[in-house]
T-cell receptor
């Protein structure tokens, strides 16, 4: 029933390296694709988001790449830092909407010094 | 401070004993939602509400009830909890015509 597939489940990256997390969705009705970051003991918080009318969005060290035809999007974390160690969730949503939201299964990122 | 609050934060209960997890937001948001988080399954939506007295099922509504009598509150009710409802629960809210959801701190529920 999972409509958003996320990989990998866990990821270990050296400090300064690039972290890449991938998501794929099925329902083309989704038009808002956020990434949420969750630290242990906390609720998820919005990190960065994209709409399908653009192929890439960058905010600081975080970039979303979006491939509408393949129904895939990915999060790239450049120059990964130990403070980026967290669980990351992608989601497929409806912009400004009052509808169901579907999240991916999460990726636990560990950035080692 | 603008926030989503949940109570209790931790709860251990026994099978069949009715419980309510409260959720409250002070941001005048219309959209509110409940999720459960389980290892390997991510966040799964249980119920969501578009406004007072308007609710709809998410992906995993079985065994749960909700009500939305006031805009600020969205309690989650487990009338007969079972061990498979042991999970970490999050409430979230979203402003009208906006995209970002604001999550509460979570409630860890254990059903024995």
């Amino acid at each position: 029933q999972q409509q958003v597939k996320q990989s990998p489940q866990s990821l270990i990256v050296q400090k300064g390296g690039i972290s890449i997390i991938n998501c794929a969705y099925e329902n083309t009705a989704f038009d808002y694709f956020p990434w949420y970051q969750q630290f242990p003991g906390k609720g998820p918080a919005l990190l960065i988001a994209i709409r399908p009318d653009v192929s890439e969005k960058k905010e600081g060290r975080f970039t979303i790449s979006f491939n509408k035809s393949a129904k895939q999007f990915s999060l790239h974390i450049m120059d990964s830092q130990p403070g980026d160690s967290a669980t990351y969730f992608c989601a497929a949503d409806h912009s400004g909407g009052y509808q169901k939201v579907t999240f991916g299964t999460g990726t636990k990122l560990q950035v080692i010094p | 401070e603008a926030q989503v609050t949940q109570n209790p934060r931790y709860l251990i209960t026994v099978t069949g004993k009715k419980l309510t997890v409260t959720c409250s937001q002070n941001m005048n948001h219309e959209y509110m939602s409940w999720y459960r988080q389980d290892p390997g399954l991510g966040l799964r939506q249980i119920y969501y509400s578009m406004n007072v007295e308007v609710t709809d099922k998410g992906d995993v509504p079985e065994g749960y009830k909700v009500s939305r009598k006031e805009k600020r509150n969205f309690p989650l009710i487990l009338e007969s909890p079972s061990p498979n409802q042991t999970s970490l629960y999050f409430c979230a809210s979203r402003p009208p015509f906006a995209d970002e959801q604001f999550f509460g701190p979570g409630t860890r529920l254990t059903v024995l």
